[in-house]
């Protein structure tokens, strides 16, 4: 039971306990008072019971959240998977990681994302595409 619930009860009480008089102008107005207090108490009541509902909810929609930010997340670090290897340009000396988007089969330099310098590479690749294009030639 709420606080303001034993309060208006505790005052239900003390109005029973006077012995006030119901047909008296003053005891229809005091006893009215007490019975919109008591709705107000309900009402209270039936909302901190929705409130607290709703702090569940909110909860768990935030674990749900976290999941899904955790899940988001080792997907983002799985993407660094396609970096080959972390280079140091010889114009710059600026370390950066070389990823298989940044150089093709068919060229032998890439440009430093730093400096926008050439850099010349050997390239063995053993992937399909270039295997293809190594038997056309």
Same mark, same amino acid.
């Given at each position: 039971?709420?606080? &303001?619930?034993?309060?208006?009860?505790?005052?239900?009480? +003390?109005?029973?306990?006077?012995? #006030?008089? @119901?047909?008296?102008? !003053?005891?229809?107005? +005091?006893?009215?008072?007490?019975?919109? +207090?008591?709705?107000?108490? %309900? *009402?209270?009541?039936? #909302? /901190?019971?929705?409130?607290?509902? %709703? =702090? /569940?909810?909110?909860?768990? #929609?935030? !674990?749900?959240? =976290?999941?899904?930010?955790? &899940? %988001?997340?080792?997907?983002? /670090?799985?993407?660094?998977? @396609?970096? &080959? *290897?972390?280079?140091?340009?010889?114009?710059?000396? !600026?370390?950066? @990681? %070389?990823?298989?988007?940044? &150089?093709?089969?068919?060229?032998?330099?890439?440009?430093?994302? $730093?400096?926008?310098?050439? #850099?010349?590479? /050997?390239?063995?690749?053993?992937?399909?595409?270039?295997? $293809?294009? =190594?038997?056309?030639?």
């Amino acid at each position: 039971m709420s606080f &303001i619930k034993e309060r208006v009860s505790y005052l239900k009480g +003390l109005a029973e306990g006077m012995k #006030i008089d @119901d047909s008296a102008n !003053e005891g229809k107005l +005091l006893r009215a008072m007490i019975e919109v +207090l008591d709705d107000i108490a %309900l *009402a209270v009541e039936d #909302i /901190e019971e929705v409130q607290e509902q %709703l =702090e /569940e909810q909110v909860d768990s #929609i935030d !674990e749900d959240l =976290e999941e899904f930010a955790r &899940i %988001l997340f080792d997907e983002e /670090e799985d993407d660094d998977d @396609d970096v &080959i *290897a972390q280079i140091e340009c010889p114009h710059c000396n !600026e370390v950066f @990681d %070389l990823t298989e988007d940044m &150089i093709s089969c068919d060229c032998d330099t890439f440009d430093c994302p $730093h400096c926008n310098q050439e #850099i010349a590479f /050997e390239w063995d690749c053993d992937c399909e595409d270039c295997a $293809h294009e =190594e038997e056309d030639k």
